[in-house]
Protein backbone atom coordinates (compact mmCIF):
# COMPACT_ATOMS: atom_id res chain seq x y z
CA UNK A 1 0.00 0.00 0.00
CA UNK A 2 1.59 3.44 -0.92
CA UNK A 3 1.81 6.25 1.96
CA UNK A 4 1.98 8.68 -0.28
CA UNK A 5 -1.08 10.93 -0.81
CA UNK A 6 -1.18 12.24 -4.55
CA UNK A 7 -2.71 15.63 -5.17
CA UNK A 8 -5.08 16.23 -8.43
CA UNK A 9 -3.12 19.03 -10.29
CA UNK A 10 -5.16 18.95 -13.35
CA UNK A 11 -7.67 16.63 -15.48
CA UNK A 12 -5.90 13.43 -15.02
CA UNK A 13 -2.61 14.81 -13.54
CA UNK A 14 -1.29 13.90 -9.73
CA UNK A 15 1.50 14.76 -8.34
CA UNK A 16 3.38 14.63 -5.47
CA UNK A 17 5.34 17.60 -4.22
CA UNK A 18 9.33 16.87 -3.65
CA UNK A 19 10.29 16.20 0.09
CA UNK A 20 13.93 16.97 0.75
CA UNK A 21 14.12 14.95 3.69
CA UNK A 22 13.31 11.54 2.28
CA UNK A 23 15.71 12.74 -0.72
CA UNK A 24 13.23 13.21 -3.53
CA UNK A 25 14.93 16.03 -6.02
CA UNK A 26 12.05 16.39 -8.28
CA UNK A 27 8.20 15.64 -8.35
CA UNK A 28 6.40 12.66 -9.08
CA UNK A 29 3.73 13.54 -11.66
CA UNK A 30 1.36 10.64 -12.79
CA UNK A 31 -1.13 10.70 -15.85
CA UNK A 32 -4.28 8.65 -14.74
CA UNK A 33 -7.87 8.67 -14.15
CA UNK A 34 -9.21 7.56 -10.85
CA UNK A 35 -9.88 4.22 -11.36
CA UNK A 36 -6.56 3.56 -12.56
CA UNK A 37 -4.66 5.84 -9.53
CA UNK A 38 -6.70 3.30 -7.18
CA UNK A 39 -5.23 0.51 -8.38
CA UNK A 40 -1.71 1.96 -7.85
CA UNK A 41 -2.56 2.96 -4.56
CA UNK A 42 -2.62 -0.54 -3.84
CA UNK A 43 0.53 -1.73 -4.70
CA UNK A 44 4.26 -0.34 -3.85
CA UNK A 45 4.01 1.53 -7.97
CA UNK A 46 3.62 4.59 -6.06
CA UNK A 47 6.57 4.35 -4.10
CA UNK A 48 9.13 3.28 -6.56
CA UNK A 49 7.85 6.42 -8.60
CA UNK A 50 9.00 8.43 -5.44
CA UNK A 51 12.47 6.10 -4.90
CA UNK A 52 13.17 6.91 -8.92
CA UNK A 53 12.93 11.01 -7.67
CA UNK A 54 15.87 10.60 -5.56
CA UNK A 55 18.30 9.21 -7.89
CA UNK A 56 21.30 12.07 -8.65
CA UNK A 57 21.13 13.79 -11.97
CA UNK A 58 16.91 13.50 -12.45
CA UNK A 59 15.12 15.91 -14.38
CA UNK A 60 11.98 17.54 -14.21
CA UNK A 61 9.87 14.76 -12.58
CA UNK A 62 9.53 10.76 -12.17
CA UNK A 63 6.67 10.03 -14.58
CA UNK A 64 4.18 7.36 -13.54
CA UNK A 65 1.81 6.12 -16.80
CA UNK A 66 -1.84 5.01 -16.50
CA UNK A 67 -0.70 1.47 -17.30
CA UNK A 68 1.70 1.72 -14.04
CA UNK A 69 2.55 -1.28 -11.71
CA UNK A 70 4.89 -2.48 -9.38
CA UNK A 71 7.67 -3.46 -11.40
CA UNK A 72 11.74 -4.04 -10.51
CA UNK A 73 13.22 -0.96 -8.95
CA UNK A 74 11.13 1.41 -11.23
CA UNK A 75 7.35 0.91 -11.78
CA UNK A 76 6.54 -0.39 -15.06
CA UNK A 77 4.82 2.02 -17.01
CA UNK A 78 7.81 4.81 -15.40
CA UNK A 79 9.78 7.34 -17.41
CA UNK A 80 12.57 8.76 -16.01
CA UNK A 81 15.12 11.38 -17.56
CA UNK A 82 18.52 12.02 -16.11
CA UNK A 83 20.95 14.25 -16.86
CA UNK A 84 23.27 12.65 -20.15
CA UNK A 85 26.57 14.37 -18.29
CA UNK A 86 26.01 14.42 -14.32
CA UNK A 87 23.24 11.43 -14.11
CA UNK A 88 22.93 7.92 -13.91
CA UNK A 89 22.02 5.14 -16.38
CA UNK A 90 19.61 2.32 -13.89
CA UNK A 91 19.60 -1.39 -15.79
CA UNK A 92 16.28 -1.01 -13.59
CA UNK A 93 15.11 1.56 -15.05
CA UNK A 94 15.07 -0.30 -18.35
CA UNK A 95 14.12 -3.54 -16.90
CA UNK A 96 14.80 -7.84 -17.91
CA UNK A 97 13.07 -7.64 -20.94
CA UNK A 98 15.19 -5.30 -22.66
CA UNK A 99 13.37 -4.24 -25.53
CA UNK A 100 10.54 -5.98 -24.95
CA UNK A 101 8.29 -4.35 -27.92
CA UNK A 102 5.70 -4.52 -30.53
CA UNK A 103 5.10 -4.60 -34.04
CA UNK A 104 2.04 -4.71 -36.58
CA UNK A 105 1.91 -6.37 -39.60
CA UNK A 106 -1.58 -5.39 -42.19
CA UNK A 107 -2.98 -6.66 -44.57
CA UNK A 108 -5.62 -7.05 -47.65
CA UNK A 109 -7.46 -9.72 -45.81
CA UNK A 110 -10.63 -9.69 -43.93
CA UNK A 111 -11.98 -11.25 -40.74
CA UNK A 112 -14.45 -13.22 -43.34
CA UNK A 113 -11.75 -14.34 -44.93
CA UNK A 114 -9.47 -15.40 -42.00
CA UNK A 115 -12.83 -16.88 -40.10
CA UNK A 116 -12.62 -20.50 -41.98
CA UNK A 117 -9.32 -20.84 -42.04
CA UNK A 118 -8.57 -19.65 -38.50
CA UNK A 119 -7.70 -23.08 -36.65
CA UNK A 120 -5.61 -23.97 -39.80
CA UNK A 121 -4.10 -20.34 -39.68
CA UNK A 122 -3.45 -20.45 -35.78
CA UNK A 123 -1.97 -23.95 -35.89
CA UNK A 124 0.46 -23.33 -38.80
CA UNK A 125 1.85 -20.57 -36.95
CA UNK A 126 2.19 -22.23 -33.65
CA UNK A 127 3.76 -24.69 -35.38
CA UNK A 128 6.42 -22.78 -37.06
CA UNK A 129 7.12 -19.95 -34.57
CA UNK A 130 9.21 -21.70 -31.39
CA UNK A 131 7.36 -20.56 -28.28
CA UNK A 132 7.72 -21.12 -24.52
CA UNK A 133 9.67 -20.69 -21.42
CA UNK A 134 13.77 -21.32 -22.77
CA UNK A 135 12.22 -21.98 -26.25
CA UNK A 136 14.76 -22.70 -28.80
CA UNK A 137 14.88 -20.46 -31.80
CA UNK A 138 14.96 -21.63 -35.27
CA UNK A 139 18.11 -21.51 -36.55
CA UNK A 140 21.28 -22.00 -34.89
CA UNK A 141 24.55 -19.68 -34.71
CA UNK A 142 28.11 -19.59 -34.29
CA UNK A 143 29.87 -16.82 -31.97
CA UNK A 144 30.84 -14.73 -35.14
CA UNK A 145 27.06 -14.81 -36.60
CA UNK A 146 25.96 -13.73 -33.01
CA UNK A 147 28.17 -10.72 -32.79
CA UNK A 148 26.65 -9.96 -36.57
CA UNK A 149 23.02 -9.90 -35.11
CA UNK A 150 24.06 -8.04 -32.06
CA UNK A 151 25.75 -5.14 -34.38
CA UNK A 152 23.38 -4.77 -37.51
CA UNK A 153 19.80 -5.71 -35.75
CA UNK A 154 17.46 -5.68 -38.63
CA UNK A 155 19.30 -5.39 -41.04
CA UNK A 156 21.35 -9.25 -40.20
CA UNK A 157 17.55 -10.15 -40.82
CA UNK A 158 17.53 -8.52 -43.84
CA UNK A 159 20.53 -9.47 -45.35
CA UNK A 160 19.74 -13.35 -43.98
CA UNK A 161 16.66 -13.16 -46.46
CA UNK A 162 13.95 -12.74 -43.21
CA UNK A 163 12.43 -9.57 -44.83
CA UNK A 164 13.31 -6.06 -46.83
CA UNK A 165 14.60 -3.10 -46.37
CA UNK A 166 10.76 -1.41 -45.93
CA UNK A 167 10.75 -3.61 -42.89
CA UNK A 168 13.94 -1.44 -41.53
CA UNK A 169 12.40 1.87 -42.47
CA UNK A 170 9.51 1.49 -40.37
CA UNK A 171 11.08 0.14 -37.19
CA UNK A 172 11.85 2.64 -34.13
CA UNK A 173 15.55 3.29 -34.61
CA UNK A 174 15.50 1.70 -38.23
CA UNK A 175 15.94 -1.69 -35.94
CA UNK A 176 19.65 -1.18 -35.73
CA UNK A 177 20.97 0.97 -32.40
CA UNK A 178 24.53 2.02 -33.31
CA UNK A 179 27.57 1.55 -30.90
CA UNK A 180 26.17 -1.58 -29.55
CA UNK A 181 29.05 -4.07 -28.20
CA UNK A 182 29.08 -7.74 -28.04
CA UNK A 183 32.07 -7.31 -26.07
CA UNK A 184 30.94 -6.11 -23.42
CA UNK A 185 28.30 -8.85 -22.92
CA UNK A 186 28.92 -11.84 -20.71
CA UNK A 187 29.51 -15.29 -22.15
CA UNK A 188 26.53 -16.27 -19.90
CA UNK A 189 24.32 -13.78 -21.95
CA UNK A 190 25.65 -15.36 -25.23
CA UNK A 191 25.04 -19.28 -24.04
CA UNK A 192 21.79 -17.98 -22.94
CA UNK A 193 20.84 -15.81 -26.08
CA UNK A 194 22.52 -17.57 -29.26
CA UNK A 195 19.70 -20.60 -29.09
CA UNK A 196 16.97 -18.01 -28.50
CA UNK A 197 16.92 -15.77 -31.58
CA UNK A 198 14.04 -16.10 -33.71
CA UNK A 199 11.48 -17.47 -30.68
CA UNK A 200 8.46 -15.82 -28.87
CA UNK A 201 8.87 -16.96 -25.25
CA UNK A 202 6.83 -16.75 -22.63
CA UNK A 203 5.01 -14.43 -20.10
CA UNK A 204 2.99 -12.24 -21.52
CA UNK A 205 4.61 -12.40 -25.09
CA UNK A 206 2.47 -13.50 -27.87
CA UNK A 207 1.15 -13.77 -31.59
CA UNK A 208 -2.18 -11.98 -32.19
CA UNK A 209 -4.05 -12.32 -35.47
CA UNK A 210 -7.01 -9.11 -35.29
CA UNK A 211 -9.14 -7.22 -36.98
CA UNK A 212 -9.47 -3.78 -37.27
CA UNK A 213 -12.62 -2.84 -35.23
CA UNK A 214 -12.93 0.91 -35.17
CA UNK A 215 -11.03 3.37 -36.72
CA UNK A 216 -10.77 6.99 -35.05
CA UNK A 217 -8.46 8.73 -37.36
CA UNK A 218 -8.92 8.63 -40.85
CA UNK A 219 -6.32 9.99 -42.36
CA UNK A 220 -3.44 8.41 -39.72
CA UNK A 221 -5.42 5.14 -40.74
CA UNK A 222 -4.67 5.06 -44.27
CA UNK A 223 -1.41 6.47 -44.47
CA UNK A 224 -0.26 3.02 -42.14
CA UNK A 225 -2.78 0.80 -44.83
CA UNK A 226 -5.76 0.12 -41.88
CA UNK A 227 -9.04 0.38 -42.68
CA UNK A 228 -11.84 -0.92 -40.88
CA UNK A 229 -12.73 -4.82 -40.91
CA UNK A 230 -9.50 -5.72 -41.93
CA UNK A 231 -6.92 -8.30 -40.58
CA UNK A 232 -3.59 -7.47 -38.75
CA UNK A 233 -1.09 -9.09 -36.86
CA UNK A 234 0.85 -8.17 -33.55
CA UNK A 235 4.00 -9.71 -32.45
CA UNK A 236 4.68 -9.00 -28.90
CA UNK A 237 8.38 -10.21 -27.29
CA UNK A 238 11.40 -8.86 -26.61
CA UNK A 239 15.35 -10.10 -26.02
CA UNK A 240 14.17 -13.48 -24.38
CA UNK A 241 17.30 -14.64 -22.29
CA UNK A 242 19.65 -12.40 -23.85
CA UNK A 243 18.25 -9.49 -22.68
CA UNK A 244 17.46 -10.90 -19.23
CA UNK A 245 20.96 -12.00 -18.43
CA UNK A 246 22.77 -9.05 -19.34
CA UNK A 247 20.18 -7.07 -17.11
CA UNK A 248 21.28 -9.31 -14.59
CA UNK A 249 24.95 -8.89 -15.12
CA UNK A 250 24.85 -5.04 -15.16
CA UNK A 251 23.12 -4.94 -12.10
CA UNK A 252 25.40 -6.88 -10.07
CA UNK A 253 28.18 -4.49 -11.34
CA UNK A 254 26.40 -1.55 -10.64
CA UNK A 255 25.60 -2.92 -7.18
CA UNK A 256 29.51 -3.35 -6.79
CA UNK A 257 30.00 -0.23 -7.98
CA UNK A 258 27.79 2.15 -5.73
CA UNK A 259 30.90 2.45 -2.98
CA UNK A 260 33.11 3.91 -5.78
CA UNK A 261 31.04 6.29 -6.96
CA UNK A 262 29.66 7.26 -3.49
CA UNK A 263 25.96 6.04 -4.27
CA UNK A 264 23.35 6.27 -2.00
CA UNK A 265 19.91 4.39 -3.00
CA UNK A 266 16.31 4.80 -1.43
CA UNK A 267 16.21 0.83 -2.65
CA UNK A 268 18.79 -1.44 -3.96
CA UNK A 269 16.92 -2.54 -6.78
CA UNK A 270 17.70 0.99 -8.05
CA UNK A 271 21.51 0.15 -8.77
CA UNK A 272 22.85 2.52 -11.48
CA UNK A 273 26.32 4.50 -12.30
CA UNK A 274 27.02 7.82 -13.63
CA UNK A 275 25.95 7.45 -17.39
CA UNK A 276 29.76 8.63 -18.30
CA UNK A 277 31.15 6.40 -16.13
CA UNK A 278 33.12 3.23 -17.54
CA UNK A 279 30.07 1.23 -16.07
CA UNK A 280 27.77 3.15 -17.73
CA UNK A 281 29.07 2.92 -21.15
CA UNK A 282 29.48 -1.00 -21.33
CA UNK A 283 26.12 -1.65 -19.57
CA UNK A 284 24.65 1.11 -22.61
CA UNK A 285 26.45 -0.72 -25.26
CA UNK A 286 25.46 -4.19 -23.72
CA UNK A 287 21.53 -3.03 -24.12
CA UNK A 288 22.11 -1.71 -27.09
CA UNK A 289 22.87 -5.15 -28.07
CA UNK A 290 19.74 -6.69 -26.61
CA UNK A 291 18.28 -4.20 -28.39
CA UNK A 292 19.35 -5.57 -31.74
CA UNK A 293 18.67 -8.45 -31.04
CA UNK A 294 15.37 -8.37 -30.01
CA UNK A 295 14.51 -6.35 -33.18
CA UNK A 296 16.28 -9.34 -35.17
CA UNK A 297 14.22 -11.29 -33.14
CA UNK A 298 10.87 -9.83 -34.41
CA UNK A 299 12.06 -9.53 -37.81
CA UNK A 300 12.40 -13.60 -37.88
CA UNK A 301 9.34 -13.99 -36.28
CA UNK A 302 7.63 -11.85 -39.25
CA UNK A 303 9.54 -13.83 -41.56
CA UNK A 304 7.74 -16.74 -40.87
CA UNK A 305 4.20 -15.25 -40.20
CA UNK A 306 4.15 -13.96 -43.61
CA UNK A 307 5.38 -17.63 -44.53
CA UNK A 308 2.69 -19.12 -42.60
CA UNK A 309 -0.13 -16.99 -44.43
CA UNK A 310 1.05 -17.67 -47.53
CA UNK A 311 0.88 -21.69 -47.03
CA UNK A 312 -2.72 -21.07 -45.52
CA UNK A 313 -3.92 -18.99 -47.88
CA UNK A 314 -1.59 -19.79 -50.79
CA UNK A 315 -1.06 -16.47 -51.82
CA UNK A 316 1.92 -14.98 -51.69
CA UNK A 317 3.21 -12.55 -49.04
CA UNK A 318 3.47 -9.57 -51.95
CA UNK A 319 -0.66 -10.29 -52.75
CA UNK A 320 -1.52 -10.88 -49.18
CA UNK A 321 0.25 -6.98 -48.95
CA UNK A 322 1.75 -8.22 -45.72
CA UNK A 323 3.49 -4.85 -45.13
CA UNK A 324 4.72 -3.85 -41.51
CA UNK A 325 3.18 -0.79 -39.97
CA UNK A 326 5.36 -0.19 -36.92
CA UNK A 327 7.62 -1.60 -34.58
CA UNK A 328 8.38 0.05 -31.37
CA UNK A 329 10.31 -0.49 -28.23
CA UNK A 330 8.75 -0.58 -24.89
CA UNK A 331 11.82 -0.89 -22.30
CA UNK A 332 14.77 0.69 -23.19
CA UNK A 333 17.33 3.71 -22.64
CA UNK A 334 18.49 6.45 -24.68
CA UNK A 335 19.89 9.71 -25.06
CA UNK A 336 17.90 12.34 -26.63
CA UNK A 337 17.26 16.12 -26.52
CA UNK A 338 14.40 17.19 -24.80
CA UNK A 339 13.42 20.92 -23.61
CA UNK A 340 14.70 21.57 -19.66
CA UNK A 341 13.95 25.22 -18.18
CA UNK A 342 13.08 25.74 -21.66
CA UNK A 343 17.15 24.48 -22.91
CA UNK A 344 16.99 21.75 -25.41
CA UNK A 345 19.65 19.25 -23.45
CA UNK A 346 20.86 15.84 -24.00
CA UNK A 347 19.51 13.15 -21.05
CA UNK A 348 19.08 9.85 -20.66
CA UNK A 349 15.80 8.19 -21.24
CA UNK A 350 14.49 5.26 -19.18
CA UNK A 351 11.58 3.84 -20.53
CA UNK A 352 10.62 1.20 -18.62
CA UNK A 353 7.10 -0.39 -19.75
CA UNK A 354 6.68 2.67 -21.66
CA UNK A 355 6.32 3.15 -25.73
CA UNK A 356 8.10 6.59 -27.47
CA UNK A 357 5.40 8.82 -29.07
CA UNK A 358 7.24 11.58 -30.96
CA UNK A 359 5.16 13.87 -32.13
CA UNK A 360 5.12 14.94 -36.61
CA UNK A 361 8.07 16.58 -38.08
CA UNK A 362 10.95 14.86 -35.74
CA UNK A 363 13.67 13.24 -37.02
CA UNK A 364 13.77 10.14 -35.39
CA UNK A 365 10.06 9.18 -36.87
CA UNK A 366 10.38 7.62 -40.18
CA UNK A 367 9.75 9.56 -42.96
CA UNK A 368 6.77 7.45 -44.34
CA UNK A 369 4.95 8.96 -41.33
CA UNK A 370 6.85 12.42 -40.44
CA UNK A 371 4.16 14.61 -41.73
CA UNK A 372 1.59 12.80 -39.21
CA UNK A 373 3.51 11.85 -36.23
CA UNK A 374 4.92 8.04 -34.80
CA UNK A 375 2.72 5.10 -34.94
CA UNK A 376 2.22 3.78 -31.11
CA UNK A 377 1.00 0.19 -30.70
CA UNK A 378 -0.77 -0.46 -27.27
CA UNK A 379 -1.15 -4.42 -26.99
CA UNK A 380 -4.04 -5.13 -24.14
CA UNK A 381 -4.49 -8.58 -22.81
CA UNK A 382 -5.23 -11.54 -25.00
CA UNK A 383 -8.84 -11.52 -25.62
CA UNK A 384 -9.70 -7.66 -24.89
CA UNK A 385 -8.00 -5.62 -27.75
CA UNK A 386 -4.85 -3.17 -28.69
CA UNK A 387 -4.66 0.30 -29.91
CA UNK A 388 -2.75 2.58 -32.37
CA UNK A 389 -2.18 5.90 -31.48
CA UNK A 390 -0.31 8.58 -32.78
CA UNK A 391 2.53 10.30 -31.16
CA UNK A 392 1.36 14.65 -30.51
CA UNK A 393 3.28 17.36 -30.03
CA UNK A 394 2.05 17.09 -25.77
CA UNK A 395 4.38 14.08 -25.17
CA UNK A 396 7.18 16.68 -25.72
CA UNK A 397 6.16 18.59 -23.15
CA UNK A 398 4.80 16.05 -20.23
CA UNK A 399 6.36 12.58 -20.84
CA UNK A 400 9.63 13.28 -22.75
CA UNK A 401 7.88 12.22 -25.95
CA UNK A 402 6.56 8.91 -24.08
CA UNK A 403 3.01 7.11 -23.23
CA UNK A 404 1.50 3.60 -21.69
CA UNK A 405 3.21 0.52 -23.29
CA UNK A 406 0.05 -1.77 -22.28
CA UNK A 407 -2.80 -2.19 -20.41
CA UNK A 408 -0.81 -2.98 -17.22
CA UNK A 409 -1.16 -6.24 -14.79
CA UNK A 410 -3.83 -5.85 -11.89
CA UNK A 411 -3.27 -9.30 -10.84
CA UNK A 412 0.29 -10.63 -9.72
CA UNK A 413 0.59 -14.18 -12.40
CA UNK A 414 0.55 -16.46 -8.97
CA UNK A 415 -2.97 -14.48 -8.24
CA UNK A 416 -4.26 -15.63 -11.54
CA UNK A 417 -3.40 -19.35 -11.26
CA UNK A 418 -5.32 -19.41 -7.84
CA UNK A 419 -8.22 -17.65 -9.24
CA UNK A 420 -8.31 -19.44 -12.88
CA UNK A 421 -8.75 -22.44 -14.86
CA UNK A 422 -7.42 -23.03 -18.47
CA UNK A 423 -10.67 -24.50 -19.10
CA UNK A 424 -12.85 -21.43 -18.10
CA UNK A 425 -10.47 -18.70 -19.87
CA UNK A 426 -10.32 -20.66 -22.85
CA UNK A 427 -13.96 -21.05 -22.73
CA UNK A 428 -14.70 -17.33 -22.26
CA UNK A 429 -12.04 -16.44 -25.42
CA UNK A 430 -13.79 -18.75 -27.67
CA UNK A 431 -17.52 -17.15 -26.77
CA UNK A 432 -15.66 -14.22 -28.05
CA UNK A 433 -14.74 -16.11 -31.09
CA UNK A 434 -11.30 -15.90 -30.18
CA UNK A 435 -9.02 -19.16 -30.88
CA UNK A 436 -5.92 -19.59 -28.82
CA UNK A 437 -3.48 -22.05 -28.95
CA UNK A 438 -1.08 -21.89 -25.91
CA UNK A 439 2.29 -24.38 -25.03
CA UNK A 440 1.20 -24.41 -21.06
CA UNK A 441 -1.68 -24.51 -19.03
CA UNK A 442 0.13 -21.67 -16.85
CA UNK A 443 0.86 -19.26 -20.20
CA UNK A 444 -3.03 -19.08 -20.64
CA UNK A 445 -4.09 -18.58 -16.85
CA UNK A 446 -1.47 -16.18 -16.06
CA UNK A 447 -2.32 -13.77 -18.91
CA UNK A 448 -6.55 -14.07 -18.90
CA UNK A 449 -7.94 -10.82 -19.39
CA UNK A 450 -9.04 -10.22 -16.12
CA UNK A 451 -5.25 -9.98 -14.79
CA UNK A 452 -5.29 -6.44 -16.83
CA UNK A 453 -6.24 -3.21 -16.28
CA UNK A 454 -8.71 -1.85 -19.18
CA UNK A 455 -7.07 -0.80 -22.28
CA UNK A 456 -9.57 0.92 -23.39
CA UNK A 457 -8.81 3.34 -20.40
CA UNK A 458 -5.59 3.57 -20.17
CA UNK A 459 -5.55 4.30 -23.99
CA UNK A 460 -8.28 7.25 -22.79
CA UNK A 461 -5.75 9.16 -20.71
CA UNK A 462 -3.24 9.28 -23.11
CA UNK A 463 -5.64 10.54 -26.11
CA UNK A 464 -7.29 13.36 -23.41
CA UNK A 465 -3.72 14.38 -22.54
CA UNK A 466 -2.99 15.04 -26.18
CA UNK A 467 0.46 12.75 -25.27
CA UNK A 468 -1.03 9.77 -28.05
CA UNK A 469 -4.33 10.02 -29.68
CA UNK A 470 -6.39 7.41 -31.04
CA UNK A 471 -6.08 5.69 -34.38
CA UNK A 472 -7.52 2.34 -34.25
CA UNK A 473 -8.42 -0.19 -32.14
CA UNK A 474 -7.93 -4.49 -32.91
CA UNK A 475 -9.53 -7.18 -31.77
CA UNK A 476 -8.33 -10.96 -31.73
CA UNK A 477 -9.29 -13.35 -33.42
CA UNK A 478 -6.48 -15.74 -32.82
CA UNK A 479 -3.52 -15.93 -30.31
CA UNK A 480 -0.83 -18.12 -30.34
CA UNK A 481 1.32 -18.35 -26.27
CA UNK A 482 4.29 -19.71 -24.99
Same mark, same amino acid.
Given at each position: ?123 ? %? ?23 ? %? ?48 ? %? ?99 ? !? ?42 ? *??? @? @? ?21 ? %? ?51 ? @? ?26 ? *? ?20 ? @????? !???
Amino acid at each position: MSNFKPKKIGDMRYQIDPDSSIGMKVPVTIYADEKLLTKMMTDRTIQQAVNVSTLPGIQQHSIVLPDGHEGYGFPVGGVAAMDAEEGMISPGGVGYDINCGVRLLRTNLTENDVRPKLKDIVTD %LFKSIPSGVGSKGAIRLNPSQLDEV %LVKGVSWAIDNGYGTTDDADVCEESGQMANADPNKVSDRARKRGAPQLGS %LGSGNHFLEIQKVAEVHDEKAAAAMGIEKGSVTILIHCGSRGFGHQICSDYLRISEQAQKKYDIHLADRELACVPNKSEEGESYRTAMFAALNFAWSNRQM !ITHWTRKSFERVFKQSESDLDMRLVYDVAHNIAKVENHKIDGKL *KPV @V @VHRKGATRAFPANMDDVPAKYRD %LGQPVLVPGSMGTGSWILLGKENSMNTTFGSTAHGAGRMMSRSKARRNFTESE @VKKSLNDKGIFIKSLTRDGVVEETPQAY *KDVDSVVNVSHELGIATKVAKL @VPVGV !IKG
